[in-house]
């Protein structure tokens, strides 16, 4: 059975750092496109990032990139997402999710497979 755990969330003030983990198990991260999606209160679902399946190519949501850095170790069978520079504006439940699509992809609607969620707060 395909799972997917998201841990690693928190609170942490603004301007600091947290790295989301997502451990997967009943696949290998190596052949699915693995995305991070983040939904705050009364908004939409939005795509953060992705690492596609074989070489490893990524993307990011223009709100984060330069901050976020997704990266994945295939020994641990996990993906990541290190989290830098955080803002109260990325408060949210983050999801980490998986896709058989090779290319990577910040598309809800491409992803099958998804984990339930941590919380990352931003405040002070």
């Known amino acids: 059975q395909l799972q997917l755990v998201e841990s690693g969330g928190g609170l942490v003030q603004p301007g600091g750092s947290l790295r989301l983990s997502c451990a997967a198990s009943g696949f290998t991260v190596a052949y699915y496109g693995i995305g991070w999606f983040r939904q705050a209160p009364g908004k939409e679902r939005e795509g953060v990032s992705c690492?596609?399946?074989?070489?490893?190519?990524?993307n990011y949501a223009d709100s984060v990139r330069d901050r976020f850095t997704i990266s994945r170790d295939t020994a641990k069978n996990t993906v990541y997402l290190q989290m830098n520079s955080l803002k109260p504006e990325d408060t949210a439940v983050y999801y980490c999710a998986a896709t058989s699509y090779s290319r990577c992809t910040i598309y809800g609607h491409d992803y099958d497979y998804w984990g339930q969620g941590t919380q990352v707060t931003v405040s002070s």
């Open positions: 690492i596609g399946s074989s070489v490893g190519t990524t």
